[in-house]
Nanobody, 126 residues
Framework: QVQLVESGGGLVQAGDTLRLSCAAS????????MGWFRQTPGKEREFVASVNWSGGDETTYYADSVKGRFTISRDNGKDTVYLQMNSLKPEDTAVYYC?????????????????WGQGTQVTVSS
């Protein structure tokens, strides 16, 4: 089945930048809807961003809390999805999970994801 491996997390200060990467394998990458979710202790996994690819075009979706700061992109040649995180805030601190769905519908709910990565920790200090 699909395997997802995240990387790029770390400890940064507020206002700093990180770029997360997620490498996918096991399925044709172009057939997958890819996304990023995050989770903090005691809370449900929440949507961050997702990207679909169809007809040669990308469609992106973002949570209101990250619009204008985060950018999701995918490189079909490398089977990799990225999350560029600018102007990080302490509220962004969480474990970030790469997600993939076989459906071409927008991946904006955790329940819609078919596959998950192991997660990568992002900590933003104030």
């Amino acid at each position: 089945q699909v395997q997802l491996v995240e990387s790029g997390g770390g400890l940064v200060q507020a206002g700093d930048t990180l770029r997360l990467s997620c490498a996918a394998s096991g399925r044709p990458f172009s057939s997958l809807t890819m996304g990023w979710f995050r989770q903090t202790p005691g809370k449900e996994r929440e949507f961050v961003a997702s990207v679909n690819w169809s007809g040669g075009d990308e469609t992106t979706y973002y949570a209101d809390s990250v619009k204008g700061r985060f950018t999701i992109s995918r490189d079909n040649g490398k089977d990799t999805v990225y999350l560029q995180m600018n102007s990080l805030k302490p509220e962004d601190t969480a474990v970030y999970y790469c997600a993939a769905a076989e459906s071409l519908h927008p991946l904006t709910l955790a329940a819609l994801s078919d596959y998950w990565g192991q997660g990568t920790q992002v900590t933003v200090s104030s």
